[in-house]
């Protein structure tokens, strides 16, 4: 194929994702049902995988206190190799059967919470000894894999399974596999968290605000919603420090 030609299918082949996505959508409620059960009860929420998946996971929960306003444990990502295989991918690390069940232990996982774990292939070792684990734990587990009937599937409590089918380039599952993950995982933490109260409307007002562009974001919002000037939105963002608190505080004449 000339250059054109490759971009044109590797593009055909991403459109089939979303629809392979939307047949998972029972399973995923299902899933997500009992996420918020624990996360009201005070538990958190892990994912855990190796290579493309776990650094999914990891950036899925890396974006959850910054956009709720939630603490760095409430969502935790995990991934084969530790920190390090973020970036470098560490050898043979998936295929252990007790380093799953270790990484979480060292965050002291319990019965509160709630492990997923993600594999396009849904064989990975790593992650399904630490699920097995989680049982003999009395932890609720999930998963994420795009295989179907897969031995993770079957591991899982609450299993979803996205058949993307074969990749345009064979086994290259960061490609329709990896968008697959990346459109459950947005779809799992967003829905808890509007779950948890911490979007308003459709707006972050539990945003971190961590640098000028959601400074002027928060300062619109309450503009908008208080229908004041940028100058005394502003002032109430300073006072108060976050929007949702900004808005509350005026509204009952502090």
């Known amino acids: ?44 929420l892990f994912y855990i995988g190796a290579g493309t998946s776990g650094r999914l996971g990891i950036l899925d929960a890396s974006e959850c206190p910054p956009t709720f306003g939630v603490t760095h444990d409430l ?60 049982h003999e734990n009395n932890i609720i587990t999930g998963c994420i894999t795009c295989n179907h009937n897969s031995p993770l599937s079957k591991t899982a409590k609450f299993p979803i399974e996205v058949i993307v089918g074969p990749e345009f380039v064979t086994g290259s599952s960061r490609m329709k596999a990896g ?27 539990d945003m971190q605000l961590s640098n ?16 004041i000037s940028d100058i005394e939105a502003k002032k109430l963002l300073d006072e108060y420090g976050s929007v949702r608190l900004a808005i509350q505080n005026y509204k009952n004449g502090k």
Request: aromatic share 2%; hydrophobic share 45%.
């Open 75 to 134: 969502v935790i990502g995990l991934i084969a190799g530790g920190d390090s295989a973020i970036r470098k991918a560490v050898e043979f690390a998936e295929d252990s059967l007790i380093l799953g069940w270790n990484d979480l232990e060292k965050h002291h996982v319990g019965t509160k919470d709630v492990v997923v774990g993600i594999a396009a292939s849904g064989t990975t070792p790593y992650v399904i000894a630490a699920l097995e684990k989680c």
């Open 212 to 227: 000028n562009k959601l400074v002027d974001r928060g300062i619109k919002m309450i503009n908008k919603e208080l229908n």
């Open 1 to 44: 194929m000339n250059l054109s030609e490759l971009l044109k299918n590797i593009n055909n082949e991403d459109k089939t994702v979303p629809l392979a996505v939307e047949k998972a959508l029972p399973q995923i409620e299902k899933l997500v049902e009992q996420i918020v059960i624990k996360l009201k009860s005070g538990g958190r």
């Open 179 to 205: 968008t697959a993950q990346k459109l459950v995982l947005n779809m799992i933490t967003t829905c808890c968290m509007i779950q948890l109260g911490h979007i308003k409307g459709n707006k972050m007002v």
